[in-house]
């Protein structure tokens, strides 16, 4: 049983494309995490979002946590090649450890 | 400090064979944190260091598994007797208290 559920599992659109990552749970976490992973490499920390409705923005990237601190999503817009990647979604409960979700294989063709 | 070092990179081994494999964190973490990922899926949680000290071990961490930090800076991760559905990537993280940097991961193939 997956606690973190991301969709979509794989997403191709065209560069120029805007797209949304959701990540959902029926848990609470204290915190949430976004990271992006590429092949044979450990995550690397895009964000972290602490309180409920909290949205925080990365260049493109606008990260958003639900309001009862169960959810979250990621949106990009005008995608490019070099956001081509593995995206996670973890949840961390009480700064112990982080719970993943099975991540989104995002592609962005030229 | 160049971050969270794994070593090896990659470990090609055959099955009923024992590995090692260790993690050197970020010199002013004191939690640890090993963890699994499988093709396709996101790492899973296998065990948590609070300096030296053991905090937590997954389910997943079977006897076969075994975890140190002897001396609250590097860890090893042991596996004996290797299976094939052992065959994942192995991760560590440190972290200070809030916030994790990952190393680059072990490459664990049992053939």
């Known amino acids: 049983t997956q606690l973190l559920e991301q969709s979509p599992q794989f997403l191709s659109i065209q560069e120029g494309e805007n797209l949304t990552v959701y990540c959902n749970s029926s848990?609470?976490?204290?915190?949430l995490q976004w990271y992006r992973q590429e092949p044979g490499e450990g995550p690397v920390l895009l964000v972290t979002v602490v309180t409920g409705g909290e949205v925080k923005k990365l260049k493109r990237l606008t990260f958003q946590f639900g309001d009862a601190r169960k959810d979250s999503s990621l949106h990009i817009t005008a995608a490019q090649p070099g956001d081509t990647g593995l995206y996670l979604c973890?949840?961390?409960?009480?700064?112990?450890?982080?719970?993943f979700g099975q991540g989104t294989r995002l592609t962005i063709n030229p | 400090d160049t971050g969270v070092s794994q070593d090896p990179r990659h470990k090609i081994t055959k099955r009923g064979q024992n590995v090692t494999f260790r993690c050197d964190p970020i010199s002013e973490h004191n939690r640890l944190y090993w963890y699994r990922q499988t093709l396709g899926q996101g790492p899973e949680f296998l065990t948590y260091f609070q300096n030296e000290a053991q905090l937590e071990k997954s389910r997943l961490l079977s006897d076969r598994f075994s975890a140190e930090r002897p001396k609250g800076s590097f860890s090893t991760l042991e596996i004996q007797r290797t299976e094939q559905g052992d065959s994942a990537m192995y991760l560590c993280?440190?972290?200070?208290?809030?916030?994790?940097?990952f190393g680059s991961g072990t490459r664990l193939t049992v053939v």
């Open positions: 848990s609470v976490f204290s915190s």
């Open positions: 993280a440190s972290s200070p208290q809030w916030g994790y940097t």
């Open positions: 973890a949840g961390e409960r009480g700064a112990q450890k982080l719970v």
